[in-house]
């Protein structure tokens, strides 16, 4: 178990990162709050590069007004605890000055069509602000390899993209979601959860697993979309925000007749925490099939 160094400074981090040695370098950005899914990813780092960066800021760019910036739950002593055991080597923590010396950047990432759906709906700015704080990380710690959560799955295809048409010389790597027993996805915000409230959040997990169920069964787009929907119609607990079947890599809506793999995602409140989930699904092509559907 090795205590990872922490820095604060970008100064700090060329020193460290010097100190790395020529190897090569993994970055696992976070805001802190970890948990196992964090942990996850820093571990599928460690086996892929020879010096693993984590940074832990909460960046203010990607908060709207409403959100929870103030509130967002941060202790780094506790982050840097949970690191020791999970193979960081460097824990890059600036605060909002360091990253935003001249205030809020007057030029910013822009994520396109690919901010304006579901979270961007919902979420105006959002994903324009995740996609310049990612852009400036990557250029602080200039990594080889940078590695994201499936969970959160409409920023890793805007990350994707952004590397794509920005040219950003970074492998891009997705780790699976990590889950409860209860087959709750992990997220920071979760500690929010009063424990009538974690039943409901149940009934997310539940949704995408009945969802992956009849897409084996053969189901269609539609189908697969009424099978999930039900299940979340029956828990007055959950405020759905949406469902989507979708494009994994563009997140546009996939067509009633799709057959392959797409991304069904789900937004929802559940009190006042917004929780968000997702499976991939691999629609078959007999869903296309008129006669499997008569004999569902
Ligand atoms: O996924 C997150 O925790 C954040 O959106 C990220 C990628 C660290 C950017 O602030």
């Known amino acids: 178990m090795t205590t990872p160094r922490v820095v604060r400074t970008r100064e700090e981090l060329d020193a460290a990162l010097t100190e790395g040695g ?5 970055v696992v950005m976070t805001m802190g709050a970890l948990h196992e899914g964090h942990l996850s990813l820093v571990r599928t780092a460690r086996e892929r590069a020879d010096q693993v960066v984590v940074t832990v800021f909460v960046n203010p760019l990607q908060f709207g007004p409403q959100e929870d910036l103030a509130s967002y739950p941060r202790d780094l002593d506790r982050d840097v605890a949970l690191l020791s ?3 960081a080597d460097v824990v890059f923590a600036p605060d909002v000055a360091e990253v935003y010396p001249g205030g809020e950047p007057v030029v910013r990432v822009v994520a396109g069509r690919l901010g304006d759906v579901l979270e961007g709906a919902s979420r105006p700015g959002h994903l324009d602000g995740v996609l310049t704080v990612v852009l400036k990380l990557m250029h602080l710690v200039r990594p080889d390899v940078a590695l994201f959560g499936q969970k959160d799955a409409q920023q890793l295809a805007a990350v994707r993209q952004m590397v794509h048409d920005l040219d950003v010389p970074v492998e891009v790597v997705a780790v699976p979601t990590v889950r409860d027993a209860d087959g709750v996805a992990l997220s920071s915000r979760n500690a929010y959860l009063d424990p009538g409230e974690r039943t409901c959040a149940r009934a997310l997990s539940r949704a995408l697993a009945c969802a992956q169920d009849v897409a084996r069964d053969g189901a269609s787009a539609p189908s697969v979309l009424a099978a999930a929907r039900a ?12 469902l989507a079947l979708v494009d994994p890599a563009t997140v546009e809506d996939v067509p009633a007749d799709h057959a392959g793999p797409a991304l069904l995602a789900v937004a929802a409140r559940v009190g006042a925490t917004r929780l968000i989930d997702n499976v991939v699904v691999d629609l078959a092509d007999g869903a296309r099939s008129p006669q499997h559907e008569e004999n569902r």
């Open 22 to 26: 020529a190897g090569r370098r993994a």
């Open 85 to 87: 055991g999970a193979g």
């Open 231 to 242: 299940v979340l119609d029956a828990e007055p607990g959950v405020a759905l925000d949406y």
